[in-house]
Nanobody
């Protein structure tokens, strides 16, 4: 099983940017698609973005499309989420997750992911 540790969260003003990182260890990084989810207070965890095992295929939630970019550095066993033009509604705890397979599809849910990080808080002030 892969272990995941997120970092890079914080407080930012609306319109600003943050880059989240997720370092993976404990298993072959390239065996998994990697995803980002988020959970705001009182809401269910929601899909944000996913990237396949090669980094060549990505999908995004409509709410972040055009503002967020997911990428992975295979040499560093790390996946990133670059977040630009942040909005107050992006405020949430962001979780990194390793998929059950190498492949990414547009309709992925939390049930498609088997390992999770502890989460990192992102707060966007208006």
């Amino acid at each position: 099983q892969v272990q995941l540790v997120e970092s890079g969260g914080g407080l930012v003003q609306a319109g600003g940017s943050l880059r989240l990182s997720c370092a993976a260890s404990g298993h072959t990084f390239m065996s998994y698609a990697m995803g980002w989810f988020r959970q705001a207070p009182g809401k269910e965890r929601e899909f944000v973005a996913v990237i396949n095992w090669t980094g060549g295929v990505t999908y995004y939630a409509d709410s972040v499309k055009g503002r967020f970019t997911i990428s992975r550095d295979i040499a560093k066993n790390t996946v990133y989420l670059q977040m630009n033009s942040l909005k107050p509604e992006d405020t949430a705890v962001y979780f990194c997750a390793a998929g059950s397979t190498r492949y990414a599809i547009p309709t992925m849910t939390s049930r498609d992911f088997g390992s999770w990080g502890q989460g990192t808080q992102v707060t966007v002030s208006s």
